[in-house]
């Protein structure tokens, strides 16, 4: 006799199944995960973007006007306005604080940011950012 019986197909076709189902399983994780470390590195660059551009305009004394407009960093100067943050990236908050006396030589400005993003799969990523910028008058 050549050949598979009946109970041994099914046998094969049960364990390909759960080949199939565990394969197809660790590919969505991988994918959610890729998709996730993307958007993750999206906004770090972001982030970092948006504070070193701040802090450039401070160190020059060209403190601009910087406000949220439809959760996008929006910078006004003379020329015009024109968007700081990219579209993929919703600015939630943003503020910049100055503190110091006025006996001290020295004074600090923080500048905090609350970035968000969507993955390519619908999940909602956020992230913080600030810095502390010292300046000498």
Known sequence: MRGFTLFECLIYIALFS???VGTFTGLVAFSDSAARNTTK??????G???LEKIQGEI????IPSITISNSRLIQTD??????????FVSVNTESIKEAGN?????KSVT????????TS????????FSSTLYVWP
Not at 79 to 87: Q, R, T, W
């Open 78 to 87: 003379k020329v015009g306005s024109f968007p700081l943050s990219d579209n």
């Open 59 to 62: 160190v020059s004394d060209t």
């Open 48 to 50: 970092a973007y948006l």
């Open 18 to 20: 759960i080949l199939i």
């Open 102 to 106: 006025k006996d001290s030589s020295q």
């Open 121 to 128: 799969t619908g999940q909602e990523l956020s992230q913080d």
């Open 111 to 118: 500048i905090s940011l609350s970035l968000s993003a969507t």
């Open 41 to 46: 590195a999206l906004l770090d660059d972001e």
